[in-house]
């Protein structure tokens, strides 16, 4: 595979990504918890699909500490990203989250073989500067918390450490996040069980909102983030995983439930300039290689 294709098919997960917001709020009122349940279980599920490819045995080769380390990233990451949104304002709290890309672009530098330009990090600031004019121009809701901003910002560091330490398990298959969805689905449920009152999805709109969260954005998405990661550009990946929030606003937008903006238009020419000083900085390290990019 080369490493071109890989980073387009860890770039699809952005694309799922951008309708978690709209899929979410098709599957109100489901508590949190328990939304994770049922999404990482139908993750889970396709997991077991992707894997029956190669077959089940190449699961065995992974060690259990990989499989503990990856199953707490997912579990945490979502644990963090909820609670913050319960004890701090939307607006605040969501620009903190949105921390993770920039936070893997400049964690990448610290990977064997990977090349961080300025342009990169130049790159990564000017499309945190669209997100924010994104996030921030939402309506806030409740008062601030600097414990819920606190959790936002692990939120962040969870992420961006788990994506760029997935560079570092290689070797590992891509197979072995169908067993993180499995145990990710499992402590959601313990944690639902203690923490929350049972309120399944409402409606045809309510089970098929959930459904489509499980099949994309808590689904699929985490296995070809994984391939783009591993082997694709992880700077460019980092930079372009903003077009997140501005593809998420975009698909509100044509649902109705949000107002389209002058915010939102700057918003896309910050986003896609960074992207793109992010995309020739990558084509220029790249060009400045010698031998076969390309790998297996």
Not at 59 to 73: D, E, H, I, N, Q
Not at 102 to 122: A, M
Not at 268 to 295: E, F, H, N, P, Y
Request: proline fraction near 4%.
């Amino acid at each position: 595979m080369t490493r071109n294709r890989a980073t387009l098919i860890g770039f699809s997960a952005v694309m799922m990504w951008a309708l978690l917001a709209l899929f979410t709020i098709g599957s109100a009122p489901v508590p949190p918890f328990l939304l994770n349940a049922i999404c990482f279980a139908i993750g889970g599920a396709i997991g077991l699909i992707w894997t029956a490819r190669r077959g089940f045995g190449v699961l065995r080769a992974v060690s259990w500490r990989v499989y503990v380390f990856g199953s707490l990233a997912l579990f945490g990451y979502h644990a963090l990203y909820f609670t913050a949104f319960r004890l701090a304002p939307f607006a605040e709290t969501g620009l903190i989250a949105y921390l993770w890309p920039l936070f893997i672009v400049l964690l990448s530098g610290l990977l064997p073989g990977e090349r961080l330009g300025v342009w990169h990090i130049v790159g990564a600031l000017i499309a945190f500067a669209g997100a924010a004019l994104i996030v921030l121009g939402r309506d806030s809701v409740g008062g601030a918390s600097a414990l819920g901003l606190g959790l936002a910002f692990l939120c962040a560091l969870t992420w961006s450490g788990y994506s760029v330490a997935s560079r570092g398990l290689g070797a590992v298959p891509t197979e072995s996040v169908t067993v993180f969805c499995l145990i990710t689905a499992a402590l959601s449920v313990a944690a639902h069980l203690i923490f929350e009152k049972t309120i399944w999805p409402q409606g045809l709109v309510g089970w098929a909102s959930v459904v489509a969260l499980g099949v994309g954005p808590v689904g699929l998405a985490f296995f070809t983030w994984d391939v783009g990661m591993k082997r694709g550009d992880i700077q460019l990946l980092g930079v372009a995983s903003y077009a997140a929030p501005l593809l998420s606003t975009l698909a509100l937008v044509a649902a109705g439930i949000a107002k389209p903006s002058v915010a939102i238009l700057a918003a896309a020419v910050l986003i896609t300039t960074g992207a793109a000083l992010a995309a020739w900085a990558s084509a220029k390290g790249v060009s400045g290689r010698s031998g076969d990019q390309s790998l297996p």
